[in-house]
């Protein structure tokens, strides 16, 4: 699978324009916020725009490119949805190694000694447990609880 793919999945969770005033992200397209990207023209932003964000932004920061295809798409999902550090501290923490939020071949090699869907379960429950303490919880935990749930469902057909 490839970032192309993957994004593609990505973008079926994030809307299109939004400006939901208890959204901490404030005015929101493709997923993409006001609050992390102050000087963008958010109501213009195209999806091929979004998806070069997606990319430069998340994809290689979160090393999607090192990690195996169907944790590779669950680390992106992650970052996109709850930041790049916390998506990296996640994913240690289901591997058993420290969570410091920086990748290092400590965290490297543990990933590539993992078995895929049982490491794909661990990352989606870590995250569970990080959603449901969130304040947003009350407004969006539905719907975040959702998009694990088809997030596993991926994790079942990718590593099937």
Same mark, same amino acid.
Do not use: C
């Given at each position: ?32 916020? $006001? ?19 997606? $990319? ?105």
């Amino acid at each position: 699978m490839t970032f192309e793919k993957y994004i593609e999945r990505v973008l079926t969770h994030e809307g299109g324009y939004v400006n939901d005033p208890k959204d901490p992200g404030g005015e929101t397209k493709f997923g993409i916020s $006001k609050r992390s990207y102050p000087n963008l023209n958010i109501a213009a932003l195209t999806r091929d725009e979004a998806k070069a964000i997606y $990319k430069r932004d998340f994809w290689l920061r979160v090393h999607a490119d090192e990690l195996p295809g169907p944790v590779a798409y669950q680390a992106l999902d992650f970052a996109v949805n709850s930041g790049i550090e916390t998506a990296i501290r996640k994913l240690q923490a289901a591997l058993g190694v420290a969570d410091d939020g920086l990748w290092g071949p400590v965290t490297r090699a543990a990933v590539h000694k993992a078995n895929a869907p049982a490491l794909i379960m661990a990352y989606a429950a870590e995250r569970l447990d990080f959603l449901r303490k969130l304040r947003g919880w009350v407004n969006y935990g539905s719907g975040w609880a959702g998009r694990v749930a088809e997030n596993l469902r991926y994790g079942a057909v990718d590593t099937a």
